[in-house]
Nanobody, 131 residues
Framework: QVQLAESGGGLVQAGGSLRLSCAAS????????MGWFRQAPGKEREFVSI????????EYTDSVKGRFTISRDNAKNTVYLQMNSLKPENTANYYC????????????????????????WGQGTQVTVSS
């Protein structure tokens, strides 16, 4: 089992920044690729970003490219999501997730945005961006 705990959400004005953290405990953190997803009210959960086990693969959904940065610190068992230039449409509950189904970058790249690629999920942290 892997336990994930997000933090860092809050209320911010448009154009502001937040840094989300996701602390993992349980099994060896470096064995898992880590993703961030979000779910806005009335909408389906959607992929935001992923970082592979070693950090060699980093991907983002198009709408956050250039504004969000994912990173991980395997020594601290933590993954981060730095969110800059926030927009009201970024308002959502943000979840981190851990998975280890895919062992190649090519395989991970194909399935990284699907919820089924991840085995463990946090409870989420709310991000609200006011206009």
């Amino acid at each position: 089992q892997v336990q994930l705990a997000e933090s860092g959400g809050g209320l911010v004005q448009a154009g502001g920044s937040l840094r989300l953290s996701c602390a993992a405990s349980g099994r060896t953190f470096s064995n898992y690729y880590m993703g961030w997803f979000r779910q806005a009210p009335g909408k389906e959960r959607e992929f935001v970003s992923i970082v592979s086990r070693s950090g060699t693969l980093i991907e983002y959904t198009d709408s956050v490219k250039g504004r969000f940065t994912i990173s991980r610190d395997n020594a601290k068992n933590t993954v981060y999501l730095q969110m800059n230039s926030l927009k009201p449409e970024n308002t959502a509950n943000y979840y981190c997730a851990a998975g280890n189904h895919y062992t190649t970058v090519s395989g991970l790249r194909v399935y990284m945005a699907t919820s089924s690629a991840y085995d463990y999920w946090g409870q989420g942290t709310q991000v609200t961006v006011s206009s």
